[in-house]
């Protein structure tokens, strides 16, 4: 579709068409598929324009029917439109179209994805967004966006290794202390998002064989976890198993074998999408049992449910007793 870079001191009026689309393909009887729309970025002072205007980053026309037995093919995506503008109060707004939607296809082909279309008045501090396929709706893929609901945020600012008031998190072997400060290797560094900023700001158990529990205070439903392994090569294994009142069921059915050499912030994620009131994760090495981080994520049964305010908890921290 190309690209378009416009950019106007005073004002732009757009009473016709300013367009950046991709080539149709309907006739051409080569088989391939539509291109995507290009890009129109239109930077101005006031911005106006009558119903008669359209800005249009469209995808291409892919072909229509089978021709010389190829079959009919997809259409492109649509392209991208961005805006900044700073329209005074005493001009008219644009008041013509944006369209950025796929091409045409024909009935056994899959459309393009929408384009984006991004206004931003730059006065106002004031953005838009708008995604519109204009009713080109895939055929057969499945192309919706899993919802992994909110993560539980199970930080504190204690270095105590802890149980907890609302949210109890415990741990069945000691950090280990070696001959190090006593703010290293600490349970609660599993919860705190560092992602290894500091080798020792993750958890090493002094055993071979370690469980971190986390009680809830409520029931709730499970989406999914995420374990983090250490990245300096350790060769620890884990296994999850969560708990609900009926009693335990398995969210892995056998230990997992965590490579040896991982990236930092890689991590293994394990659906769950059920309620539980806990989860204990069982570790086991033959050396000192090590993870990085553990993520816990709630909610979201339904697609909707993203559009809910976050779940705010409080949680305190105490010694566990002997610690």
Do not use: C
């Not at 961005?82 to 008041?95: E, G, Q, V």
């Not at 560094?189 to 020792?200: M, P, V």
């Amino acid at each position: 579709g190309g690209i378009l870079d416009i950019e106007v001191v005073d004002t732009l009026k757009v009473d016709g068409y300013i367009w950046a689309n991709s080539r149709d393909l309907v006739g051409d009887r080569s088989g391939g598929s539509g291109g995507s729309g290009g890009s129109i970025l239109i930077r101005t002072g006031n911005f106006t324009g009558s119903h008669t205007g359209a800005i249009r980053a469209l995808g291409g026309t892919g072909q229509i029917e089978n021709v010389d037995g190829k079959g009919a093919s997809g259409s492109g995506s649509g392209g991208r439109i961005a805006i900044y503008h700073s329209t005074s109060r005493l001009i008219s707004p644009y008041r013509g179209t944006y369209d950025t939607e796929g091409g045409t296809v024909g009935s056994v082909a899959e459309a393009g994805a929408a384009g984006t279309v991004f206004l931003h008045h730059v006065g106002l501090d004031h953005t838009t967004l708008r995604i519109d396929n204009k009713d080109r709706f895939p055929k057969v893929e499945d192309t919706a966006i899993t919802n992994s609901g909110r993560r539980l945020d199970l930080s504190a600012a204690s270095v105590a290794t802890m149980s907890r008031d609302g949210f109890n998190v415990s741990a069945s072997a000691k950090y280990t202390y070696l001959d190090l400060p006593s703010n290293f290797y600490l349970v609660q560094y599993l919860f705190d998002q560092s992602l290894e900023k500091s080798a020792t700001q993750s958890y090493m158990s002094a055993a071979t064989v370690a469980s971190i529990e986390v009680q809830l205070n409520q029931t709730l439903f499970i989406n999914n976890v995420r374990v983090f392994p250490i990245s300096n090569g350790s060769s620890t294994s884990f296994k999850v198993t969560g708990y609900d009142t009926a009693g335990e069921f398995e969210i892995t059915s056998e230990y997992v074998k965590l490579p040896s050499q991982t990236v930092q912030g890689s991590f293994i994620e394990l659906p769950v999408m059920r309620d539980a009131i806990k989860i204990e994760f069982s570790l086991q090495s033959p050396t000192y049992a090590t993870l990085s981080q553990l993520e816990i994520f709630v909610g979201g049964e339904n697609v909707f449910d993203r559009y809910l305010k976050d779940l705010v908890l409080t949680i305190n921290f105490k010694p566990i007793e002997g610690d």
